[in-house]
């Protein structure tokens, strides 16, 4: 098993900065990709990026692209979003995932992990 801790959300104005964070434990070293998806009120759960834990590929939805950036730290076993520019539309609450299967899959349905999720709100 895998448990995800998120942090770091919180209110911040349009055109502002926020960083997530996602510690994994438990059999984390099992872990191939961990993720972000958001679900904004009313909305189905998006993809928002992925990152592999083992050579550091990253993949990111375009509507984030150029604005966010996924890393991780393996030896905390830690994966970050930092958020830049953020948009009323970035409004929503962040997961984390992480997946052992053994594929770049960016499906939310791949994933065999979730933390609970932290609220992000972004005030116009």
């Known amino acids: 098993q895998v448990q995800l801790v998120e942090s770091g959300g919180g209110l911040v104005q349009t055109g502002g900065s926020l960083s997530l964070s996602c510690a994994a434990s438990?059999?984390?070293?099992?872990?191939?990709?961990m993720g972000w998806f958001r679900q904004a009120p009313g909305k189905e759960r998006e993809f928002v990026a992925l990152i592999g834990r083992r050579h550091g590929a990253t993949f990111y939805a375009d509507s984030v692209k150029g604005r966010f950036t996924i890393s991780n730290d393996n030896a905390k076993n830690t994966v970050y979003l930092q958020m830049n520019v953020l948009q009323h539309g970035d409004t929503a609450v962040y997961y984390c995932?992480?997946?052992?299967?053994?594929?770049?899959?960016?499906?939310?349905?791949?994933?065999?992990?979730w933390g609970k999720g932290t609220r992000v709100t972004v005030s116009s």
């Open positions: 995932a992480a997946d052992v299967g053994g594929t770049y899959s960016l499906a939310a349905n791949a994933m065999d992990y």
């Open positions: 438990g059999r984390a070293f099992s872990i191939f990709t």
